[in-house]
């Protein structure tokens, strides 16, 4: 590991802090930003509410949970060594798998003694004069650092449904976010799932099998495609090493870091038979293809996305026994593609089996949540378990829980109200010293290939401030709107940002969040880090550094 007793010297404080940085988070980005910032030789401290490491996939823990992109594609990329031990079991693998590989890299580092967990952070105050943060934990203690890294995911905070009677229920209720560490035993069980989002439908998909009667309560269908799984034997894991290289070399290429390109050709430049030709294929391929590596015009020209849904729509009704439950799970209020697509396995077949029942509560409202169960307009049904997949807080909730407040005792929840705005989604003005990754209006997609890229940033922008002597970094007004300005600009023309969706932060369970803003950066992987490579090519102008 490399010292660095003169960076060590320039941010040495007026006043004593317990560390150079402290970091929020022990899932994918914060381990990282671990591993990054020990190798400038500072004191880092990781703080983690949860009992173990893994972030996202600690918390979720639900049947069917898993990625999808490929698990090869989404795991770390900066360690040679690592990638040459780890062998995946899936071209997707669960959330079993996923949580052991990264407790095999948090071994693997050392990274664990310099995590504290069950540890909530409760608020986060700047001390201008001392140029440092103030974190107060769940318990009352109190840490200071130089550095604040905020590595706590878009989708983290979990909502419940806004139905009256939710506590009043007897028997066992969970949301997909906040899973019981032990397994449920469903066999023979009455069990509802309100929600068909993308932990909806894996977990519907999965609790089906094993379970008496599986009630789901579905607000709005999503389209969702095929993933085609599939097991990984011991000579394509060794295919799959041998081209790490050039695999991650086309991440870096695509638009969101998946392994899919956009194809280059426009809907109505081929004949409709290659049209339906390509389609099937994408249909019948592996992953995010359907998505992410469709013809170029999908996701902005109306009339191509138009003829891409009614494709997908015309595949669930063949996957779907009856015809009236098939136009129930086909989504009529938005665009193939415009809203994140979950992928499948089985999903629309799960409603062809006796002991799944599919309740639209746009024509069959739920009224409240009762001791036995639910009761809606129509009917009153009992339940021995209810299970809520009903979504997250995104982008904004894991912020808004923590009181964050910075100069001027500015406080960040009220900032963002007012609008939300970041400079490249790693900083914010009025917060020095403040670093998120994956923060708003930072690049989406294939997360760990943006997560690498974000904590680089933030640990060479740190280097460079010990190697001047500053102490102090914070984004000036002006870059936030220039950059604000920069995702307007990126994001024009994209169907999705014309639909309400967490991406576009819109959530009806939560109060103030039914009005559709831009709140993710929707440019090319490319425009992206070239923005980002710029301002630290020109020595970070666009901060000011003291």
Same mark, same amino acid.
């Given at each position: 590991?490399?010292?660095?007793?003169?960076?060590?010297?320039? &941010?040495? +404080?007026?006043?004593?802090?317990d560390y150079?940085?402290?970091?929020?988070? $022990? #899932? *994918?980005?914060g @381990?990282? /930003?671990l591993?990054?910032?020990?190798?400038?030789?500072l004191?880092?401290?990781?703080?983690?509410?949860?009992?173990?490491?893994g972030?996202t996939w600690y918390?979720?823990?639900?049947p069917?949970?898993?990625?999808?992109?490929?698990?090869?594609?989404?795991?770390?990329s900066?360690?040679?060594e690592?990638?040459?031990?780890?062998?995946?079991?899936?071209?997707?693998?669960?959330q079993?798998?996923?949580?052991?590989?990264?407790?095999?890299?948090?071994?693997k580092?050392d990274?664990?003694?310099?995590?504290?967990?069950?540890?909530?952070?409760?608020?986060?105050?700047?001390?201008?004069?001392?140029?440092?943060w103030e &974190?107060? +934990?769940g318990?009352?203690?109190?840490?200071?650092?130089?550095?604040?890294? $905020? #590595? *706590?995911?878009? @989708?983290? /905070?979990?909502t419940?449904?806004?139905?009256?009677?939710?506590?009043?229920?007897?028997?066992?209720?969970?949301?997909?976010?906040?899973?019981?560490?032990?397994?449920v035993?469903?066999?023979k069980k009455?069990?509802?799932?309100?929600?068909?989002?993308?932990?909806?439908v894996?977990?519907?998909?999965?609790?089906?099998?094993?379970?008496g009667?599986?009630?789901?309560?579905?607000?709005?269908?999503?389209?969702?495609?095929?993933?085609?799984?599939?097991?990984?034997g011991?000579?394509?894991?060794?295919?799959?090493?041998?081209?790490?290289?050039?695999?991650?070399?086309?991440c870096?290429?695509?638009?969101?870091?998946?392994?899919?390109t956009?194809?280059p050709?426009?809907?109505?430049?081929v004949?409709e038979?290659?049209r339906?030709?390509f389609?099937?294929?994408?249909?019948?391929?592996k992953?995010?293809?359907i998505?992410?590596?469709?013809?170029?015009?999908v996701?902005s020209?109306?009339?191509?996305n138009?003829?891409?849904?009614?494709f997908?729509?015309?595949?669930?009704?063949?996957?779907?026994?009856d015809?009236?439950?098939?136009?129930k799970?086909?989504?009529?209020?938005?665009?193939?593609?415009?809203?994140r697509?979950p992928?499948e396995?089985?999903?629309?077949?799960?409603?062809n089996?006796?002991?799944?029942?599919?309740?639209?509560i746009?024509?069959?409202?739920?009224?409240?949540?009762t001791?036995t169960?639910?009761?809606?307009?129509?009917?009153e049904?009992?339940?021995?378990f209810?299970?809520?997949?009903?979504?997250?807080?995104?982008?904004l909730?894991?912020?808004?829980?923590i009181?964050?407040?910075?100069?001027?005792?500015k406080?960040?929840?009220?900032?963002?109200?007012?609008?939300?705005?970041?400079f490249?989604g790693?900083?914010?003005?009025n917060?020095?010293?403040?670093?998120?990754?994956?923060?708003?209006?930072a690049?989406?997609?294939?997360?760990?290939?943006s997560?690498?890229?974000?904590?680089?940033?933030?640990?060479?922008?740190?280097?460079?401030?010990?190697?001047?002597?500053?102490?102090?970094?914070?984004?000036t007004?002006?870059?936030?709107?220039?950059?604000?300005?920069?995702?307007?600009?990126?994001?024009?023309?994209?169907?999705s940002n014309e639909?309400?969706?967490w991406?576009?932060?819109?959530?009806?369970?939560?109060e103030?969040?039914q009005?559709?803003?831009?709140?993710?950066?929707?440019?090319?992987?490319e425009?992206?880090?070239?923005?980002?490579?710029e301002?630290?090519?020109?020595?970070y102008v666009?901060?000011?550094?003291?």
């Amino acid at each position: 590991m490399a010292q660095s007793t003169d960076f060590e010297v320039n &941010i040495s +404080l007026q006043k004593k802090l317990d560390y150079d940085a402290i970091v929020i988070g $022990a #899932g *994918i980005s914060g @381990l990282y /930003q671990l591993y990054k910032l020990r190798e400038l030789g500072l004191k880092v401290r990781v703080f983690e509410t949860g009992t173990g490491v893994g972030g996202t996939w600690y918390w979720n823990r639900y049947p069917g949970a898993r990625f999808d992109s490929e698990s090869y594609s989404y795991a770390y990329s900066f360690s040679e060594e690592l990638l040459a031990e780890w062998n995946w079991s899936e071209h997707f693998a669960s959330q079993p798998e996923i949580l052991r590989y990264l407790q095999h890299v948090t071994r693997k580092f050392d990274l664990i003694k310099d995590i504290q967990f069950s540890s909530d952070v409760k608020s986060a105050i700047y001390d201008d004069p001392n140029r440092s943060w103030e &974190i107060t +934990l769940g318990d009352g203690s109190k840490y200071r650092s130089r550095f604040l890294i $905020a #590595g *706590i995911g878009l @989708l983290s /905070q979990p909502t419940m449904p806004k139905i009256e009677g939710i506590d009043s229920f007897e028997g066992p209720s969970y949301h997909t976010s906040r899973w019981p560490h032990q397994p449920v035993d469903f066999s023979k069980k009455r069990v509802a799932i309100i929600g068909t989002g993308a932990s909806g439908v894996q977990a519907i998909q999965e609790i089906c099998k094993n379970v008496g009667q599986l009630t789901v309560f579905q607000r709005r269908p999503n389209w969702c495609a095929p993933l085609h799984n599939d097991t990984i034997g011991p000579e394509e894991m060794k295919r799959i090493r041998s081209g790490y290289d050039e695999m991650f070399e086309r991440c870096d290429q695509t638009q969101a870091g998946f392994l899919h390109t956009v194809d280059p050709r426009g809907t109505f430049e081929v004949t409709e038979k290659e049209r339906f030709e390509f389609w099937e294929h994408l249909y019948a391929s592996k992953g995010f293809g359907i998505w992410q590596g469709n013809f170029k015009d999908v996701l902005s020209d109306p009339e191509a996305n138009k003829l891409m849904s009614d494709f997908v729509a015309d595949k669930i009704r063949t996957r779907v026994n009856d015809p009236e439950i098939a136009e129930k799970l086909i989504p009529k209020d938005h665009g193939f593609g415009t809203r994140r697509v979950p992928l499948e396995t089985e999903y629309f077949e799960s409603y062809n089996r006796e002991n799944v029942k599919l309740i639209d509560i746009t024509e069959n409202p739920i009224l409240r949540i009762t001791p036995t169960g639910i009761l809606t307009e129509r009917e009153e049904l009992e339940f021995d378990f209810i299970i809520y997949a009903t979504g997250f807080n995104a982008i904004l909730g894991s912020y808004d829980r923590i009181g964050i407040q910075g100069t001027q005792e500015k406080k960040l929840r009220d900032q963002w109200k007012q609008e939300l705005s970041s400079f490249l989604g790693l900083q914010v003005n009025n917060f020095p010293n403040l670093f998120m990754i994956l923060g708003p209006h930072a690049l989406l997609g294939n997360n760990p290939r943006s997560i690498e890229y974000n904590v680089e940033w933030i640990t060479d922008l740190i280097q460079h401030m010990g190697e001047k002597g500053f102490t102090r970094a914070e984004a000036t007004a002006e870059a936030v709107a220039s950059w604000y300005e920069y995702v307007l600009e990126q994001g024009e023309g994209l169907l999705s940002n014309e639909v309400d969706s967490w991406m576009t932060g819109v959530n009806s369970n939560l109060e103030g969040r039914q009005k559709r803003i831009i709140a993710r950066y929707s440019g090319s992987q490319e425009s992206y880090r070239s923005r980002c490579d710029e301002v630290a090519a020109n020595g970070y102008v666009e901060l000011n550094l003291l």
